[in-house]
């Protein structure tokens, strides 16, 4: 369908609801296309060979005349561009055909001689309560065909129905498809004033005259179609326009305009406003309440409903009419509004804005047609509000005009430009949800829950609309769909979902309990209080490839997280404090333990209408590590199992349900283990395979539990009893690979990846897994083999620290040369990618380059803290492989004191200092220190015993590193440091088969060993 109103701007002339033939005026120029088309197979039905669009101005009107002529290729474009609609404004428009053809192997053939366009009155507003007086020409010419080139050409005469409006345009020469011959021109009488513009990426040609008419023309052959990038501003889609306009500023609109608001939200001496007035005031006392109440009358008590056609399209009606009959567009709302306000003693004026194309108006030529839409511009208390009385249901002043219409022109005598719409940043997120969980019984107890998901602004009103409107069996349908997305987790779930006045929300409020752990491996973290990036994509468009992106402004969003939990246990939390910039939006987070008591708030809120092309690329390239952080609340010291998760063990243990049973059990040892309650786990998985002795599932969690505490015999058996009941149980082909790692049988680690290849072959991370263990069994090729599919399969986003994965495994296998190229390649493909900086550095210090590491790391540590946290490791053994001892200490301290308490910070403190081999003294009391706080940790009693290998306390190591694989066995670092031990006590024997067997389970193990004199 070609339809003239999406190609022409509006203007108007005397006009009627007749349809008009006649031949083309004199002044429009002739233009023939070049020598007949021949249909091409083609993705795209038709291709046009000609588009010329002329415009003139006379002291009568505008004349827009257009002339397309198009080449049908296929039968879909039979269908698609067969079809003639053109469109007009029978009160201030007249619509002239001036022929249709079709021209076929070189004949021509005149449609209108055996065919009459039909005249249709189709509102196309109608159900928008919009009245146009809109008519349409419409047409299918018979017989079409395709190879056939249909030829139309008609002009739309206006005159503009706004007293003293003067004369504007819009021509266009960007259309969806590509264009033999494109012209576009535009003429006016010398003696007029007009202003010429182009829109950026279009270059119109200088003013000429010709027969006392200026006039500017476009002439190109071939003009690809251009696609603006989906998420760049919308000044860019507006590409290939020229803006004509006689105006000679913002004033003129201004001067226009002004009076018509004025008059019209002039109160009569007897309006019954006065009395709605009176009310207001009784009711609030201060002006906010009342600007709000004003408000409310206008959206809440007059309908809208748009008559559009003569004056009606840019001249309001009286405020006293529009509550006389209780319906107006939004420049009677406006004028209804701007009443009730100035009566209020409240400033406020009328306001134009674009709804398509609010930003680019700063730049735009003068014009009153720029404007689409009317709002109220208020100022309470020294502030700016931008009201809108079209909208329904806002209940707070920042809500109203919450579009994006970035500038306005304030209907106020001497103003001269345009006004910035700032949008008031909300107090409350525009979507919100609230977790409250009730875990005080106990941590494996039953839990009740609380979801509340509250939707604000015109989403939430939609929601609530939407809801409102259905039947009562629909309403209960939906509710029901709700219910059962909640997963079968939750039990016992009721939920309701009304729109709450005092809250300005729709909310959805779902409750249920939730039964099992609240723990996740020993922690806790809310789902409401992670932080996800947001999905960002590399453009392919070779159209403004660079233009800005936009971003979602003044979009925001929080999630709050409430938990009670058990008394008489000490917690901990940890990663708990966040808060950053990335393209465009504010990220926050914030998680606190007060006795028993969790509490949570994460936010994200735009704080930029958009952000530079070069800024988007270099956050999609770097990424931000601060996104992965995740907060966890654990458990300090010794948890004891309450009444309550004894009695939920037992209902669980009763569950009729077999694999119900078994999923409990898997959930109770796993959670159990990884709160060191290894007596209490051993019990649960006996108790398990005791009882759901025909679930795979038990058998595995036992499996495990085993591998952990280095049982690898007893785990084999059960995992030989789980494959026995399901051979294609994922547990036991985790289980398998686990157990062939804890072994170091690099042969059965081998054949473990191998199958999971098989399931996911372009699997990156099980390929570099495989390359290791490769590695591990003396195969370096075929370790080299596995990183080329790693790096072949890996997305291009991730394609650099694929790169950096295999110059490491490079590095390990001598290969010094090419880890350094392919090191360089992954840092210049992504400069900023923090990771990348990171495994730099370390195949730096690998390679004894630590001056190189140190200025590096240096370079790093101008970011922002929190950005670098998870580097810290690499920073600090940068530091002192370069010499700065002194540095790689404070730098682990400013960690440590973020969180001096936590035993977890403690750890990581001595950890790091103790691979760095820099302030071992501090490195001693923060493990000492971390142990009083977790006696019972593995983690902290191996760092430890590293911190005694490094003081050359070797019997104390051996007896720290004993007691770490005692509590998970599979730990190569702990293995290799033990084999250190004992050589260094004259168990060599021991030792090297220590050190052996943690390189079967490890290779990179060495690497963290390198500050140890006699690590190698």
């Known amino acids: 369908m ?25 002044w429009v120029r002739p233009v023939e296309p070049g020598v007949p ?36 290729q296929s039968p879909e474009g039979l269908g698609s561009g067969g079809v003639i609609a053109l469109d007009w404004s029978a009160d201030h428009e007249d619509l002239t055909i001036h022929h249709v053809r079709v021209v076929r192997q070189g004949a021509v053939i005149e449609v209108l001689d055996t065919q009459k366009f039909e005249v249709l009155r189709r509102e196309t507003g109608f159900e928008n309560s919009t009245v146009m007086g809109q008519l349409t020409a419409a047409l299918h010419p018979a017989d079409l065909r395709v190879g056939d080139e249909l030829d139309v050409a008609y002009t739309v005469t206006r005159r503009e129905p706004v007293a003293d409006a003067r004369p504007e345009a819009v ?58 990038p989906n998420d760049a501003p919308r000044r860019f889609f507006l590409a290939r326009e020229a803006e004509l306009s006689s105006y000679d500023g913002w004033g003129d609109v201004v001067s226009l305009m002004t009076p018509h608001y004025d008059r019209a939200a002039t109160l009569s001496e007897t309006s019954s406003l006065r009395t709605e007035v ?18 409310r009358v206008v959206q809440d008590q007059v309908r809208y409903l748009a008559i559009l056609m003569g004056e009606g399209g840019w001249v309001p009606t009286s405020a006293d009419e529009v509550w006389r009959l209780r319906q107006g567009d939004c420049k009677g709302k406006t004028a209804l509004l701007l009443a009730l306000l100035r009566e209020l003693g409240i400033p406020a004026d009328a ?3 674009s709804t398509d194309t609010g930003d680019s108006l700063a730049e735009s030529l003068p014009r009153l047609r720029a404007f689409d839409h009317v709002l109220v511009r208020a100022e309470l208390d020294g502030a700016t509000y931008w009201l809108d009385g079209t909208r329904a249901n806002d209940r707070v002043l920042e809500q109203s005009a919450f579009a994006p219409y970035h500038s306005a022109l304030v209907l106020t005598e001497g103003r001269t430009g345009l006004d910035r719409i700032v949008p008031i940043p909300q107090a409350t997120a525009g979507a919100e949800v609230v977790e409250i969980v009730d875990a005080s019984a106990g941590l494996f107890a039953p839990a009740a829950v609380t979801v509340k998901t509250l939707i604000r602004g015109d989403d939430g009103l939609e929601a609530a609309s939407t809801m409102q409107n259905m039947g009562p069996a629909a309403r209960q349908e939906r509710l029901d769909s709700m219910r059962e997305s909640m997963g079968e987790q939750m039990k016992d779930i009721a939920v309701t979902a009304a729109y709450d006045e005092s809250l300005a929300a729709y909310v959805i409020t779902v409750t249920g309990r939730v039964d099992g752990s609240v723990l996740e491996y020993g922690a806790l973290s809310p789902e409401g209080l992670r932080i996800r990036p947001p999905q960002l994509t590399k453009r392919t468009t070779t159209f403004l490839p660079n233009a800005p992106h936009v971003v979602s402004y003044p979009m925001s969003s929080a999630g709050r997280a409430d938990y009670r939990l058990p ?13 950053f910039d990335f393209i465009g939006t504010h990220y926050s ?80 040892v796993r959670e159990l283990a990884a709160l060191g309650l290894y007596d209490e786990a051993t019990k649960a998985a006996d108790r398990g395979v005791e009882i759901t002795a025909d679930q795979a599932g038990v058998w595995a969690a036992r499996a495990g539990l085993r591998l952990t505490m280095g049982d690898l015999d007893g785990a084999e058996a059960d995992l030989d009893q789980a494959e026995a009941l399901d051979p294609a149980n994922d547990s036991v082909t985790y289980g398998r690979l686990n157990l062939a790692s804890g072994r170091g049988d690099t042969r059965e680690l081998i054949l473990a990846y191998t199958r999971l290849l098989r399931l996911s072959p372009r699997n990156v991370g099980v390929l570099q897994a495989r390359a290791y263990a490769y590695l591990a069994a003396g195969l370096g090729d075929r370790a080299v083999a596995d990183m080329d599919a790693a790096l072949n399969a890996a997305s291009d986003a991730s394609k650099p620290q694929a790169k950096a994965e295999k110059a490491a495994l490079l590095a390990l296998l001598d290969r010094t040369a090419e880890a350094e190229t392919l090191s360089l390649a992954a840092m210049e493909e992504a400069p900023h990618n923090i990771q990348l900086i990171t495994s730099r550095i370390d ?174």
């Open 2 to 26: 070609v339809s003239a109103a999406a190609i022409l701007a509006a203007s108007s002339a005397w006009a009627g609801d007749q349809l008009l033939l006649a031949p083309a005026s004199d």
């Open 37 to 72: 088309g021949v249909a091409e197979t083609s993705e795209v039905g038709y291709r046009y060979r000609l588009y010329d669009a002329q415009t003139r101005f006379d002291d009568a009107a505008r004349h827009s005349y257009v002339r397309y002529r198009i080449l049908l």
């Open 171 to 228: 021509i266009s020469g960007g259309l969806s498809s590509t264009v033999e011959h494109l012209h576009v021109a535009a003429s006016w009488p010398e003696n007029l004033n007009m202003r010429v513009r182009a829109t950026p990426g279009w270059t119109v040609p200088a003013v000429r005259r010709r027969g006392g008419f200026n006039e500017i023309v476009v002439d190109m052959k071939n003009v690809e179609p251009y696609f603006v």
């Open 278 to 295: 009176a009310r207001i005031k009784a009711a609030h006392s201060t002006q906010r309440d009342q600007a709000l109440a004003a408000l």
């Open 351 to 353: 306001a134009l804005v």
């Open 567 to 579: 008394e008489g246990t000490r917690y901990d939390v940890y990663g708990g404090s966040l808060e």
């Open 589 to 668: 987070r914030t998680m606190t333990v007060d006795g028993a008591r969790l509490t949570g708030l994460a936010t994200a809120s735009a704080n930029a209408y958009e952000v530079t092309h070069d800024e988007y690329e270099k956050a999609r390239l770097a990424g931000d590590t601060r996104f992965g952080r995740t907060p966890s609340l654990t458990v300090r010291g010794v948890y004891q199992p309450t009444v309550a998760d004894r009695a939920a063990w037992a209902t669980q243990e009763a569950e009729i349900d077999a694999t119900k049973r078994a999923q409990s059990f898997q959930t109770r």
């Open 843 to 1016: 195949l730096l210090i690998e390679g004894g380059r630590g001056a190189e590491a140190m200025a590096l790391a240096r370079t790093l540590m101008q970011r922002d803290a929190s950005e670098i946290e998870p580097s810290t490791q690499t920073l600090v053994a940068a530091l002192a492989a370069g010499g700065d001892t002194d540095g790689a200490v404070a730098l682990t301290r400013s960690l440590v004191e973020t969180n001096p308490d936590n035993p977890v910070m403690l750890n990581e403190g001595c950890w790091m200092l103790t691979l760095a081999g820099a302030g071992l003294e501090q490195a001693d009391s923060w493990c000492e220190a971390a142990l009083a706080a977790q006696p019972m940790s593995g983690p902290i009693a191996d760092s430890r015993a590293r911190l005694r290998l490094q003081q050359g306390r070797h019997e104390d190591a051996l007896a720290d590193f004993d007691y770490a694989l005692s509590r998970q066995a599979a730990m190569p670092p702990a293995r290799y440091g033990r084999g250190l031990a004992l050589i260094a006590l004259g168990r060599e024997e021991e030792g090297r088969a220590d050190l052996a067997l943690a390189l079967r389970q490890s290779p990179q193990v060495v690497e963290s060993f390198r500050s140890y004199t006699g690590a190698r």
